[in-house]
């Protein structure tokens, strides 16, 4: 028997001024990953002035949504497209990258695609 795991690996370190997330996106996201991973988010962010969200998003384990977690994802993304003053994208494919890219004109701040973990935490910790 193969078990197949699936979630998001969250880690989050809060300063006065801004929030850093890193989310590891692991197998195919679910709707019940988004319902218990959402609020959290929310509620580190609620009382912090606009662009002051930095992302990571490691996707090199990642393997897709369900289509109702996709519809989840999207919300998630135009709730937070204020917030965020960067987001990394870590992965190894093409569609990532464009990912990365689309992300880019969507949000208040600035996304940006790696291949390397150690490069994406860099940038997002330039002022």
């Known amino acids: ?16 001024s801004e929030v850093y997330v890193e989310f590891k ?26 662009k002051s969200l930095n992302i990571l998003v490691d996707m090199r384990d990642f393997e897709g949504f369900t289509l109702k977690a996709a519809w989840d ?3 998630f993304g135009l709730e937070l497209r204020h917030d965020i003053r960067k987001m990394a994208v870590v992965g190894d ?8 890219k689309l992300t880019d004109f969507m ?3 600035k996304a940006k695609f790696f ?12 002022k």
Request: net charge negative; proline share 4%; glycine share 4%.
């Open 93 to 100: 494919k093409k569609w990532e990258e464009l990912f990365a």
């Open 1 to 16: 028997m193969q078990i197949k795991s699936h979630g998001i690996h969250i880690e989050l370190t809060q300063t006065d």
């Open 25 to 50: 996106l692991i197998g195919k996201l679910t709707h019940e990953d988004y319902e218990t991973f959402t609020p959290f988010i929310e509620s580190a962010i609620k009382n912090l002035p606009p």
């Open 115 to 126: 291949h390397s973990i150690e490069d994406a935490r860099t940038w997002l910790m330039q």
């Open 73 to 75: 994802d999207f919300k």
């Open 107 to 109: 949000i208040a701040g």
